[in-house]
């Protein structure tokens, strides 16, 4: 296992690409809870009246909220580390390199366990980062911060976790069929809008709602459900949903089992 | 001992049968070389002995061992062209194939010192000359001081200094008792360091054999040549000249009973009267031997 880890290493600690998106990934990262702080300052000091009840009360950073508003921000930004993977494995197979792998000694099974290590060990690299990126500002800014409040909510960030997985995965999969970096991205970010498409069809359309919420990428934005309707006094689940999550995890499942189907069976 | 043994190996893509029942053995020590023209199965052979291609039936056998990944991790090979990771160094690359073969990284020096690399270390892979990226294909294949050396089209667009290094260097590996197995439609080439071959057409395997078994044929072929004008009338007249040809440039090309040879022949000329300048015994290359295989089995 450590071994197939150090060799995906090896494949990018050289690589452009690798450091470009996941750089560019930790300034987003960062950046937006700063961005969201300087827009929520302007707001209240600037839009609303002294007198507004609702100064200082838009809680972003508050603990327990924070957990569910990070990790829903940030699930909007994983295309570019999808991308990372969908460059990482469709390389191995414009390249060559994949074949070359399997002619050196390495069976398909390892190739895989290499990939998917590769993937469950960024996301949770990155999960672990989001954790502690809310903890830090949680302890700047929150008005709370007793350990109870604090951790409370706190599996948003394994859901978050989840989402990436999934999310990881499905590249791998595009990557597998598409075989070529430029085209597979391109394909990748298609591919979130072409589902949002057919799941406004099949949901208002076709009426079948369920069927539109279990579509792969549906199936994991939905894990962490959309936090700031609240504020607007509507409702929304501040809570991972159970049947969110077995969906979301039978689709890590199949895209597992999917992949390593594809790089058993195919010829290389 | 049989470095690679196949049994009724087969691949078929669709309809097309691009490996069919090939049964080859390969001993150990010798150079070997796998013939065929250009779509003939070669590459699609050394792609399923190597766990590239999924054989539709057959099967093959490792220094007796069997076809475990691992058993090839003590191979080295390079099939079609050099494949690297093109804004990796020499070094960068070479330490991914070490840790998938196991071996120490102190082996990456040794290596591109061998194939004259050592000083380009350095540099990226898509800055090398097709003939310097050949060298660290074979580098790479010799990292695990591999027990049989594969090499496919190893000489394919080099110039003829690329040629002549890559033919060195394959004739040292081989002197150190390794065994290769050489793919190739270059000829000459093949003749140059081979020892054993095989020919495949159209997915077939049609012909196994040795390289210094083709310069023996039935009949000796003799180049000759006199300024005297008598010369065809005296071969004419030679019970043991089954054949006679002439030449564009005015000389005779004779094919001799199984029992004469040139010496022979050059005794018979001068008797007549006749002395040549030019007496050349021919004998048959590879590349007739290999196109006189394909013929007869056409």
């Known amino acids: 296992m450590i071994r197939l ?19 560019l990934f ?10 969201t702080y300087a827009l929520g300052s302007w707001i209240t000091n600037n839009v609303m009246p002294d007198e507004s009840p609702l100064k200082d009360i838009i809680p972003f950073y508050d603990f327990a909220d924070i957990w569910q508003n990070f990790t829903f921000l940030y699930q909007y930004f994983t295309v570019l580390l999808s991308s990372l993977i969908v460059i990482n494995v469709a390389q191995e197979f414009s390249l060559q390199t994949a074949r070359q792998n399997v002619i050196d000694g390495m069976s398909r099974g390892e190739f895989f366990k290499g990939k998917f290590l590769l993937i469950l060990s960024l996301a949770a690299v990155v999960s672990i980062v989001v954790f502690l990126l809310c903890l830090i500002f949680g ?28 999310d990881f995965l499905l590249a791998m999969f595009v990557a597998l069929l598409i075989r070529r970096t430029g085209i597979g991205v391109v394909v990748l970010i298609f591919y979130g809008w072409i589902e949002q498409f057919a799941a406004a069809l099949i949901e208002y359309a076709a009426g079948l709602p369920f069927l539109a919420s279990i579509l792969p990428n549906a199936a994991t934005k939905v894990l962490i459900h959309s936090p700031f309707n609240k504020y607007a006094l509507s409702q929304t689940f501040t809570y991972i949903r159970w049947e969110d999550m077995a969906i979301s995890i039978a689709w890590i499942i199949i895209l597992i089992l999917l992949n390593r189907w594809i790089i058993n069976r195919r010829d290389l | 001992m049989m470095v690679l043994e196949t049994k009724q190996l087969t691949k078929h893509y669709g309809k097309i049968k691009a490996a069919n029942e090939i049964n080859l053995q390969i001993p150990e020590g010798c150079v070997f070389a796998i013939l065929g023209p250009n779509g003939s199965g070669k590459s699609t052979t050394l792609g399923m002995v190597l766990g590239a291609t999924q054989p539709t039936s057959g099967e093959f056998t490792w220094f007796g061992q069997g076809n475990d990944h691992k058993i090839r991790r003590q191979i080295g090979a390079i099939l079609e062209r050099p494949i690297f990771y093109p804004s990796f160094t020499a070094t960068q690359n070479l330490k991914i194939t070490a840790r998938i073969k196991e071996v120490d990284n102190n082996r990456i020096n040794e290596v591109l010192k061998l194939v004259g690399l050592y000083e380009r270390r350095d540099s990226n892979f898509k800055t090398y000359s097709l003939g310097m990226k050949q060298r660290l294909a074979i580098a790479s294949a010799m990292l695990c001081d591999p027990k049989v050396l594969i ?22 590996i081989a002197e150190s008792g390794k065994t290769i197995v050489l793919a190739s439609h270059l000829l000459d080439e093949v003749q140059k360091v081979c020892s054993d071959f095989c020919v495949l ?24 040549k006199s300024p005297q004008k008598e010369l ?21 090309k004779v094919v001799l009973n199984e029992d004469a040879n040139a010496h022979a022949l050059n005794a018979a000329l001068f008797d007549k009267g006749i002395t040549v300048d030019h007496l050349v015994t021919h004998r048959q290359t590879l590349e007739e031997k290999f196109l006189e295989i394909l013929k007869n089995e056409a």
């Not at chain 2, 080099?158 to 033919?167: S, T, V």
């Not at chain 2, 057409?201 to 180049?223: F, M, P």
């Not at chain 2, 065809?232 to 005779?252: H, P, W």
């Open chain 2, 201 to 224: 057409r159209s997915g077939r395997l049609i012909y196994q054999g040795k390289v210094e078994d083709t310069g023996e044929t039935a009949s000796v072929e003799v180049e000759v």
């Open chain 1, 139 to 166: 302890l700047m800014y929150s008005p709370v911060t007793d350990t109870h409040s604090m951790f409370m909510n706190v599996e948003f960030i394994g859901a978050y976790f989840l989402h990436l997985v999934h």
């Open chain 2, 151 to 172: 090499l496919d089209e190893p000489t394919n667009g080099l110039d003829p200094q690329g040629i002549a290094e890559i033919r060195q260097l394959i004739l040292e």
């Open chain 1, 5 to 23: 880890i150090s060799i995906e290493l090896l494949k990018l600690k050289p690589a452009r690409y690798f450091w470009i998106l996941l750089v």
């Open chain 1, 26 to 35: 930790f300034v987003i990262l960062v950046g937006i809870p700063i961005g």
């Open chain 2, 232 to 252: 065809e009338l005296a071969l004419n007249e030679l019970a043991m000249v089954t054949e006679l040809r002439q030449e564009f440039d005015g000389g005779f």
